[in-house]
Every structure is written in structure tokens, then in C-alpha cells.
Nanobody, 134 residues
Framework: QVQLVESGGGLVQAGGSLRLSCAASEASELPLDHYAVGWFRQAPGKEREGVACVTSNDDRIEYADSVKGRFTISRDTAKNTVDLQMDSLKPEDTARYYC????????????????????????WGKGTLVNVQS
């Protein structure tokens, strides 16, 4: 089991940037580079959306169409963190952002589990709130 802690959320004007960071606590059994690590977000009244994901060996990175070209996910093995750089933020990016671990990234999970793929995610952090004002 991995205990995940997100940081970096806050209030920003549209067009601005934020950098979220996901760290595994020392109580976690394995470091983050043993897992696919991704970011979900959920806005009030909306379904959880998989935003970005990187595989355990960094050979595949996925982005939701809604964030392609604006968000960048990266892994720092030395720090045991996975960051999400968010640029050109829009009001519709406002949500709570969650770091997750899984056996594979979202595309593979969809192929294996169909509509229930989100339930195949193993561990969730408590989230960090991002508020983009117009």
C-alpha cells in the first residue's frame, strides 16, 4: 500500500500556472517508481476525470484531451515524487486533484476493465484543491 500526499494547489488567475507534487510517505511499502502514477481531478457535481498518467518504467505518458499541450507529468525518482505542471490554466480546470497509483495507466485500465476502470486504481491521496479564477 502506498500513502500519497499531494501539494501545490491554490488559487490562480486564468492563464497562470501551478505545479502539483505527489509524494509517497515513508510508511509506504515501495517507492513510486514501482507503480504507474496518475492524476485525477473532480469538480463539484462532475465525474472523476483521469488527467495524466506515467507508467512505472516511464515508457508511456497519457493525457486527457482536455489538458493536452497544457499539462506535463514528470517523475523524479531521486525525490520519490511525481509532479504535474499545469500551464495556461482555465476556469474549467478548477477541481480537487488527486494523485493515484495503479498497475497500469488509464488507457490500459480501460481496455482491461471497461467502464469500471476507475475502480482498478489502487491508492488515492486526499487531494489538493485548484481554483482558477477568470
Amino acid at each position: 500500500q502506498v500513502q500519497l500526499v499531494e501539494s501545490g494547489g491554490g488559487l490562480v488567475q486564468a492563464g497562470g500556472s501551478l505545479r502539483l507534487s505527489c509524494a509517497a510517505s515513508e510508511a509506504s511499502e515501495l517507492p513510486l517508481d514501482h507503480y504507474a502514477v496518475g492524476w485525477f481531478r473532480q469538480a463539484p457535481g462532475k465525474e472523476r476525470e483521469g488527467v495524466a498518467c506515467v507508467t512505472s518504467n516511464d515508457d508511456r505518458i497519457e493525457y486527457a484531451d482536455s489538458v493536452k499541450g497544457r499539462f506535463t507529468i514528470s517523475r523524479d525518482t531521486a525525490k520519490n515524487t511525481v509532479d504535474l505542471q499545469m500551464d495556461s490554466l482555465k476556469p474549467e480546470d478548477t477541481a480537487r486533484y488527486y494523485c493515484v497509483t495503479a498497475i497500469a495507466c488509464f488507457g490500459t485500465l480501460r481496455e482491461r476493465y471497461g467502464s469500471g476502470w476507475r475502480d482498478a486504481v489502487d491508492d488515492w491521496g486526499k487531494g489538493t484543491l485548484v481554483n482558477v479564477q477568470s
